[in-house]
């Protein structure tokens, strides 16, 4: 099993151009995450899904958008990307039964110039 | 609402002795707990969950983390630290009704030769 795949795992953007970040999973998880890491900061939630065609806001969803238009894929979009948003951005999934781990992908590091 | 504080953010310890990761937690129902581990430049890994079962909780790479209602916390330990331990500590928490998982700051584990 590829378990949490992220793609790209690095890009470089100039400010006001858009981009999608993939994350695909092969566990039939019911609940995907995208978090975002920042130093010092933790992990902070910008959106997640709790099933095909459901999404929903997290802590930092502000100039983000998301799609989970098939179970194993959940898309997060940029349309207009802010050096604000450089970061280095993290996809889970996790099962939908109660009090499981979330199985997390490797990362997409991203700049924003 | 859940919240996670890691108390220290970053720990020195030398080789061969023992490793303490303090973290508390607030939630309003039952929680899951989870400790995570971070190499530089990778994903995140599970080292070990609570879910109400056993209050000492062994994981993986001999750490193990002991549940404490009465004090809301959930520190790890590893009783003699490798320099393969160096990394970077997340403590997770996730209510019993609660899609989300909320992470604190994290903790950087340096480990002296």
């Known amino acids: 099993n590829a378990g949490v795949t992220q793609t790209p795992k690095f890009r470089v953007l100039k400010t006001g151009q858009s981009m999608t970040l993939l994350c695909a999973q092969d566990?039939?998880?019911?609940?995907m995450y995208w978090y975002r890491q920042d130093p010092g900061m933790g992990l902070r939630l910008i959106h997640y899904s709790v099933g095909e065609g459901t999404t929903a806001k997290g802590e930092v969803p502000d100039g983000y958008n998301v799609s989970r238009l098939k179970k194993q894929n959940f898309l997060l979009g940029l349309e207009s990307a802010a050096p604000s948003q450089t970061s280095v951005y993290f996809c889970?999934?996790?099962?939908?039964?109660?009090?499981?781990?979330?199985?997390f992908g490797q990362g997409t590091r991203l700049t924003v110039v | 609402a859940q919240s996670v504080t890691q108390l220290d953010s970053h720990v020195s310890v030398s080789e061969g002795t023992p490793v303490l990761l303090r973290c508390n937690y607030s939630s309003s129902y039952s929680p899951s707990l989870f400790w995570y581990v971070q190499h530089p430049n990778k994903g995140l890994q599970l080292l070990l969950k609570y879910t109400s079962a056993a209050t000492l909780v062994k994981g993986i790479n001999g750490f193990e983390a002991e549940f404490k209602k009465s004090e809301t916390s959930f520190h790890l330990t590893k009783p003699s630290a490798h320099m393969s331990d160096a990394a970077e500590y997340f403590c997770?928490?996730?209510?019993?009704?609660?899609?989300?998982?909320?992470f604190g700051a994290g903790t950087t584990v340096t480990v002296r030769a």
């Open positions: 566990m039939n998880h019911e609940y």
């Open positions: 997770v928490v996730s209510g019993t009704n609660d899609y989300k998982l909320s």
């Open positions: 889970a999934s996790r099962d939908g039964q109660r009090n499981t781990e979330a199985f």
